[in-house]
C-alpha cells in the first residue's frame, strides 16, 4: 500500500512514512486523525498549505514530524528542531468570534501541562510547571514548550487554527537563547514523541471542551493557577524598549496587566525576560 496522504511543498524533499512501514503512532480522539512525516520545514507551514490549498481537513487533523529543517516560534524566531522532541500542529476550528481566535494559546498551555503531568517518570516527584505569558510552559524555570498558534482558511472561507506545539523531550542547545531553555529529560521524564502526543491529543481535546462550553474565563483562571503571581516583578521587553512592573493579571481577552510606576498597563504583545515565576 502506498503514502496516505502525500503532497510536494515547493524545495522540499521529504521522507514519508507508508502503510507498509509504519512507525509507532498517537492515540488521538475520536475524529481525529494524524499525518507523519519524516522531515518538513515545519509543521506549521505544512498544515497551512494544506489546509489553504483544499486537502481533507477537520478539526483534530494532526501534522508531526520527526526533523523540521525551518521550525519556527514566536515573532519568526528560530525552533531548534532535532529528532527526539515533539514538533506537531493540530488543526482547531476557529471561534466565530475572531478576536477570541488567540485565547487558544491560554488553552493549548493547560493541555501541555496536563500531558506532562501523565508522562512517566524515573521515581520523582512531578515537576514544578509554570506559565510565561504568553505561550510558554517552563519546568522548573526552564522554558520546556512553546506554542504558535495562526489562522489559516481554507477554499471554502472556513477559519481554522493552526496550533504549532513544540516540546522539548531531549536536551536542545539553543545558542542566544532569551531565557533558560530545558528538556524534560532533565526532570527524569521519559517519553518519546508518540506517546507524549497521545497525552497532549487528549488533554487538548478536554481543554477546548472546557473553552467552548465555559468560555475563557474558565481558561484564565485556570492559567492563572500556574501563572506569576500577583504583584510578581516583570520586565517585559517591546519594540519600543523594556518596561519593569508587577504582574496585575490578564485581561478579559488574556492581555497581560502590567502595574508600572506610570500606571497600568494593557499589553498584548511582548517577553517577558525576568522574574515570571
Not at 73 to 97: H, K, T
Not at 102 to 107: A, D, N, R, Y
Not at 179 to 198: I, M, N, Q
Request: net charge negative; glycine share 10%.
Amino acid at each position: 500500500m502506498g503514502v496516505v496522504f502525500c503532497f510536494e511543498p515547493p524545495g522540499e524533499a521529504l521522507t514519508w512514512f507508508t502503510a507498509s512501514n509504519p512507525p509507532p503512532e498517537p492515540h488521538l480522539p475520536s475524529g481525529w486523525r494524524t499525518m507523519e512525516f519524516d522531515e518538513l520545514d515545519s509543521t506549521n507551514a505544512a498544515l497551512k498549505r494544506i489546509t489553504e490549498q483544499g486537502g481533507e481537513v477537520a478539526e483534530g487533523l494532526l501534522v508531526w514530524a520527526h526533523r523540521q529543517t525551518g521550525g519556527r516560534g514566536r515573532a519568526g524566531r528560530v525552533w531548534q528542531s532535532p529528532p527526539g522532541n515533539v514538533y506537531a500542529s493540530f488543526l482547531i476550528r476557529a471561534p466565530e468570534v475572531p478576536k477570541n481566535a488567540p485565547e487558544i494559546g491560554f488553552v493549548a498551555a493547560l493541555a501541555v501541562r496536563d500531558a506532562i503531568l501523565e508522562m512517566p517518570r524515573h521515581n520523582t516527584a512531578p515537576p514544578a510547571i509554570t506559565f510565561k505569558w504568553p505561550n510558554d510552559v517552563l519546568c522548573e524555570g526552564k522554558k520546556v514548550c512553546g506554542i504558535l498558534p495562526e489562522l489559516a482558511a481554507d477554499p471554502d472561507k472556513r477559519n481554522w487554527i493552526v496550533l504549532g506545539i513544540g516540546i522539548n523531550l531531549i536536551e536542545v542547545d539553543v545558542p542566544g537563547a532569551l531565557y533558560p531553555v530545558g528538556s524534560l529529560s532533565e526532570f527524569h521524564v521519559d517519553t518519546r514523541p508518540a506517546h507524549a502526543l497521545t497525552l497532549l491529543g487528549r488533554s487538548l481535546s478536554a481543554w477546548l471542551d472546557t473553552w467552548r462550553t465555559d468560555g475563557f474565563g474558565a481558561i484564565r483562571e485556570a492559567w492563572r493557577a500556574n501563572g506569576p503571581q500577583s504583584a510578581a516583578p516583570l520586565s517585559v521587553r517591546l519594540p519600543e524598549g523594556p518596561v519593569t512592573g508587577t504582574f496585575a493579571g490578564l485581561d478579559d481577552d488574556g492581555a497581560l496587566l502590567l502595574e508600572t510606576p506610570q500606571g497600568r498597563r494593557r499589553l498584548v504583545v511582548g517577553d517577558i525576560m525576568f522574574g515570571e515565576n
